[in-house]
């Protein structure tokens, strides 16, 4: 397994993680994880009710996914996952279980874009009116050397071309470069 086959795209709820990360998945023929599949059920009846989740109902949700993780990885898999991971302890989390071979791109948007984002989103169990307390919780990666951060208000085409050229550049993702 070279180091770079385990990648999360994280941030707040709105910001494009899904569609980014299935889209990079796609292009380097990895497996695509989507981390919301994997949330308990009591997780998501909070979330459905406008209750933000806490750190103890985070935990187990974070677990399940470093299992998916380490799961392909273990077996020299590559994978992309979608994930918030809003707070340090949270990478830490999946760092700690995949013995820190994982990159992370954080898709960084402003609340005023994503409020509106939200707003036209239909048929998911995250309403808007838990985005202010997403921001609240979020600890931005900034300078954790394995988070790279892209600007998540631009189209998808350019989002996809910016963490093209950053893990070309890095060596971070096998298969860019040599497509």
Request: net charge neutral.
């Amino acid at each position: 397994m070279s180091f770079g086959s385990v990648t999360v795209v994280i941030g707040v709820s709105g910001c494009g993680k899904s569609t980014v990360a299935k889209r990079l998945a796609e292009e380097v023929g990895w497996r695509f994880l989507e981390g919301d599949t994997l949330h308990p059920e009591a997780n998501i009846l909070k979330m459905r009710r406008g209750i933000p989740l806490s750190d103890d109902d985070r935990l187990p949700w974070l677990e399940r996914i470093a299992d998916e993780l380490l799961s392909a990885s273990d077996k020299g898999e590559g994978i992309v996952a979608s994930c918030s991971a809003l707070k340090f302890i949270y990478r830490e989390r999946l760092r700690d279980r995949l013995g820190r071979r994982l990159n992370f791109v954080f898709l960084n948007a402003s609340y005023e874009a994503l409020s509106i984002r939200l707003g036209g989103r239909t048929n998911h169990f995250m309403p808007p009116s838990l985005l202010r307390s997403q921001f609240a919780t979020l600890e931005t990666p900034a300078g954790e050397p394995d988070a790279y951060e892209v600007n998540a208000e631009l189209g998808i085409e350019d989002i996809l071309d910016c963490v093209r050229a950053l893990f070309t550049k890095k060596g971070r993702i096998t298969g860019y470069g040599a497509r």
